[in-house]
T-cell receptor
């Protein structure tokens, strides 16, 4: 598989529960990005990693959100104490640091908080 | 005011017509301009990437950038029903690799 893989594809959770999403980037890509997309809007940047280092976080990423990329491979995005406003598509993308256009997105994880 | 403005549509065209899409932006620091296609419940897929002002053509797709007017366009020739999707412009500055500012996306419907 040469694409970006995200799991699960869809997650329904009750308000207040914690959820975790996983992203497996293209294997040779050293940069990994998380975006959030709500209905009718374009994706919004959340955070990105170069290898295992988290280099930037958006102010959209409240303290209930945490992302990790252990060993610079897959990444996880955890949301604690979910709120209805967290309902969105969470997209992961990866790229090579040396290439400024080759960003490949996964199909996303759709989160529904009820 | 958003940094990137894009008409949400929907834009409905008959098969074979030219689809014309555009975005305007306010930040002159944007130097990289991309167009993504997004099918329902899928991730965005890169269509076109441009750096400088001018035109870039790839098959049925032409991207135009006018930095002086802060205006970018995407044209799709000989549109097909399979082109029905949401088209997103994505802009990036030189010091924010991968941190795109996306437009809201324009929904395009190509009718047979």
């Amino acid at each position: 598989d040469t694409g970006v893989s995200q799991n699960p594809r869809h997650k329904i959770t009750k308000r207040g529960q914690n959820v975790t999403f996983r992203c497996d980037p293209i294997s040779e890509h050293n940069r990994l990005y998380w975006y959030r997309q709500t209905l009718g809007q374009g994706p919004e940047f959340l955070t990105y990693f170069q290898n295992e280092a988290q280099l930037e976080k958006s102010r959209l990423l409240s303290d209930r959100f945490s992302a990790e990329r252990p060993k610079g491979s897959f990444s996880t995005l955890e949301i604690q104490r979910t709120e209805q406003g967290d309902s969105a598509m969470y997209l992961c993308a990866s790229s090579l640091a040396a290439v400024n256009y080759g960003y490949t997105f996964g199909s996303g994880t759709r989160l529904t908080v009820v | 005011q958003k940094e990137v403005e894009q008409d949400p549509g929907p834009l409905s065209v008959p098969e074979g017509a030219i689809v014309s899409l555009n975005c305007t932006y306010s930040n002159s620091a944007f130097q990289y301009f991309m167009w993504y296609r997004q099918y329902s419940r899928k991730g965005p897929e890169l269509l076109m990437y441009t750096y400088s002002s001018g035109n870039k053509e790839d098959g049925r797709f032409t991207a135009q950038v006018d930095k002086s007017s802060k205006y970018i366009s995407l044209f799709i020739r000989d549109s097909q029903p399979s082109d029905s999707a949401t088209y997103l412009c994505a802009l990036m500055t030189t010091d924010s690799w991968g941190k795109f500012q996306f437009g809201a996306g324009t929904q395009v419907v190509v009718t047979p």
